[in-house]
Antibody, heavy 122, light 107 residues
Framework: QVQLVESGGGVVQPGRSLRLSCAVS????????MHWVRQTPGKGLEWVGV????????YYVESVKGRFTMSRDNSKNTLYLEMNSLRVDDTAVYYC???????????????WGQGTLVTVSS | DIQMTQSPSSLSASVGDSVTITCRAS??????LAWFQQKPGKAPKSLIY???RLHSGVPSKFSGSGSGTEFTLTISSLQPEDFATYYC?????????FGQGTKLEIK
């Protein structure tokens, strides 16, 4: 049974940085792409980005390009989201999700984490 | 970006009813369409992928159909645990995008 557990959320001031983690239990982490999705009351669900199984390919939504960076450590079964230059509108619950394949195109979400809340406020 | 539009935004139904939710894509996405269920304070739960294929463990009361730009999710014989918010999502191309959600409430 695959389980995804996010951590690292909290309250941070605008312009500061935060790193989220997503620990994955169960076999096969290194063979699946991984996504981040966020949710706000106002904007609903928003896909943030994807990283391929080996970390070599990444795609991001336009609003976070240049500020957010996804990475992974397959030896630790862990996915990361480094968030820099945070803005008030980055406030959301952040979910990690496992892709159905290597993390390239046309792959659906197989499993979701429970989410971690990031609040950007002065 | 591909825009996903769900209708209705909210829906009231009674236990035992069947309901249908529609999702339209702003351009063709073949069958790269997923449906999720979300309850308050919980993560989304994957129900359907490839427009009509049920994820493991999802009861057959949930069914999906459609291709191209128009898709539907039908839930039959509603039970109290089915009242939740439902989202569609396209995974045809990046950025993946979601519908705004349909809140299914008990009448």
């Amino acid at each position: 049974q695959v389980q995804l557990v996010e951590s690292g959320g909290g309250v941070v001031q605008p312009g500061r940085s935060l790193r989220l983690s997503c620990a994955v239990s169960g076999s096969g982490f290194s063979t699946y792409g991984m996504h981040w999705v966020r949710q706000t009351p106002g904007k609903g669900l928003e896909w943030v980005g994807v990283i391929s199984y080996d970390g070599t390919n990444k795609y991001y939504v336009e609003s976070v390009k240049g500020r957010f960076t996804m990475s992974r450590d397959n030896s630790k079964n862990t996915l990361y989201l480094e968030m820099n230059s945070l803005r008030v509108d980055d406030t959301a619950v952040y979910y990690c999700a496992q892709a159905s394949g290597y993390g390239f195109f046309t792959e659906f979400f197989q499993h979701w984490g429970q989410g971690t809340l990031v609040t950007v406020s002065s | 970006d591909i825009q996903m539009t769900q209708s209705p935004s909210s829906l009231s139904a009674s236990v035992g009813d069947s309901v249908t939710i529609t999702c339209r894509a702003s351009q063709g996405i073949t069958n790269y369409l997923a449906w999720f269920q979300q309850k308050p304070g919980k993560a989304p739960k994957s129900l359907i992928y490839a427009a009509s294929r049920l994820h493991s463990g999802v009861p057959s009361k949930f069914s999906g159909s459609g291709s191209g730009t128009e898709f539907t999710l039908t839930i039959s014989s509603l039970q109290p645990e089915d009242f939740a918010t439902y989202y569609c999502q396209q995974y045809n191309s990046y950025p993946y995008t979601f519908g705004q959600g349909t809140k299914l409430e008990i009448k």
